[in-house]
Structures are given as C-alpha cells and as structure tokens.
C-alpha cells in the first residue's frame, strides 16, 4: 500500500490523498461473521448526546473477529480485507480442526496462504499469537491482552505495535506506541508484528463531506462562542484561548 494523489479536477480532490489500495478485497468472504450495527450518533439510551461531534454516515456492518477467545489453531490466510469500522484491515482465516473460518486483524507484509498458528506452540513468525511467557524481549506486538483469557485490546490501530522490553516469572512490561509502561500478566496473549497500513496517518480528507460520510460532525471552535457557550468565547476581536473544554 502507498499513498495516491488525487487529479485535481475539484476542489475536494485538490487536496485529497488516499491509500493505493492493492490486492484488499472490500467484498466480505465471511457473511457470517457479519453483524448489522445501528448507528447511535453519540446518543445513550435516553437520547442525551454523551459523545459529541457524531451522526449521519454511511451504513456499515460490523466485522466479528476472533482475538484470541480461541487457542490452539491453525489456519491459513484466505484473504485480505477492508473493513469499514478500523483502519487496518482484516484477514480471513480458515481454521483446519475445527474446519471453520474467523476474521484477524491483518499484521504487515502477511498475504494469502500464509500459514498462521495460535496457542502455547505457535513459531515465532509474524502474525502467529502466542502468551508474552514465550515471546523473546524486544519483539514488536500488537493485539494485546490484559488479561490471561480476556480479548485483545491494545495497540490494534493501523501501523500501531507494542514492544515487550522485561520479563520476570510472572510478569511482563511492555511498551506502547505512546511512550507509557505497563505491567501484564506473562499469559497474556500477543500477536506477533506489527498492524498493516502503517501510512494510513499520512491521508487527507480533502473536504468536509468525506468527513461526514464517515459519521463525523463539525465542531465549532469555543473562540468562536460566547462566553456563556464556553470559557473561551467572548473578547474582542480574535483571542488565542485557553485548552478548555465546554465546562472548563
């Protein structure tokens, strides 16, 4: 994947750079690993907006992906896939034991027919998931667990990794992309590489509607505001303002 300039014929385009999309299929192979999703806009169940600037978009459906609530699998890579709610995108793996086929999180430079194992056995090779107790110091990982039989969670974004940097019995310290240390349990499961798309940060939108179609909302700036609407509106002319939030 590499970036891509838009020919400015518009003026949306002008400034508009995306990802080169190559061999990435956006037809889904697994239908039923495929859950309709409502989009809520940022509203709670009384309708009060807790979470602002969100709305509109497009419809999408949710990809299930399999982090690690199964172990002892081997499977090989089906395809590579795009999927709406991440920026990284998914492959499809079919699992040989139980002859049934999952959706992962796709590391970089996996393709398909690649070989992938998870468990206590699996090799040290990018994309195989295996507890942090079997992961040498120093290794790049993502997908990681807090817990020893809870869900990947951490360092899932694309081009995103974590580094295991100590070791004791029975624990490990690890990394994150944001500089911060924490401590895990060494059963922690952990998948090997790093997330692909690593030059998704890089893109433009180019204009406001693509921003719109992705479910996201204009915020107005508090200098703008009043000083009733915010703790920096208000003054005359126009004013740098505070790092505030709306209830200061």
């Known amino acids: 994947m590499e970036l891509k300039k838009i020919k400015p014929n518009t003026a949306g385009s002008r400034n508009y750079i995306k990802i080169k999309i190559e061999n990435l299929s ?10 309709g999703k409502k989009n809520t806009a940022g509203k709670n169940n ?3 907006i807790t979470v602002r600037h969100k709305g509109g978009g497009h419809k999408k459906k949710y ?8 172990i002892n699998i081997i499977g090989i890579i089906c395809s590579i896939e795009y999927d709406p709610f991440r920026n990284a995108p998914i492959a499809s793996v079919f699992n040989y034991q139980k002859k049934s086929y999952f959706y992962m999180i ?6 398909k027919g690649d070989i992938i194992k998870i468990g206590k056995n699996a090799e040290l090779k990018t994309g ?10 120093g290794s790049l990982i993502h997908n990681v667990s807090m817990k020893p039989k809870q869900t990947g969670i951490l360092s899932r974004s694309s081009g995103t ?8 019995t029975f ?14 349990p060494s059963g922690c499961y952990a998948t090997l590489g790093i997330v692909a798309n690593e030059n998704f940060f890089l893109t433009t939108t180019g204009k406001a509607g693509r921003s719109r179609w992705l479910n996201k909302r204009p915020s107005t700036r508090g200098v703008a505001m009043n000083p009733i609407d915010h703790p920096n509106g208000g003054g005359e002319g126009k004013k740098s303002g505070q790092k505030r939030s709306p209830w200061g």
């Open 26 to 35: 956006r037809k889904p192979l697994l239908k039923n690993c495929i859950v």
């Open 46 to 48: 009384s309708g009060k």
């Open 63 to 70: 990809r299930l992906l399999n982090t690690h609530k199964e």
């Open 106 to 111: 796709a590391p970089k430079n996996i393709k």
């Open 128 to 137: 195989h998931t295996l507890p942090l107790s079997k992961i040498p110091v």
């Open 161 to 168: 990794f974590s580094q295991l940097i100590e070791k004791t």
């Open 171 to 184: 624990s490990c310290k690890i990394k994150l992309s944001s500089n911060k240390l924490i401590t895990l």
